[in-house]
């Protein structure tokens, strides 16, 4: 069950999350519908993983903290 937590797992799990999306090429809209299958998703590991896909999307995608 995803918490209200922010921890470094939880920044790299949602860049995971988000190159996932990417890979399998879902547009900003599907990827939206994926994220609102999980209600227990907090705000701020939606937010970062919806961030992390426009990054990928406009190459500007980085590893680091």
Known sequence: ??????NKTDFY???????????????ES?????????PNLDTINRTQIENEYKNITN?????EL
Do not use: G
């Open 59 to 63: 190459n500007k995608f980085r590893l």
């Open 13 to 27: 799990i949602n860049k995971v999350d988000a190159l996932v999306f990417h890979l399998y090429e879902l547009n």
């Open 30 to 38: 599907e990827m939206n519908q994926v994220l609102d299958m999980f």
């Open 1 to 6: 069950e995803l918490t209200k937590s922010n």
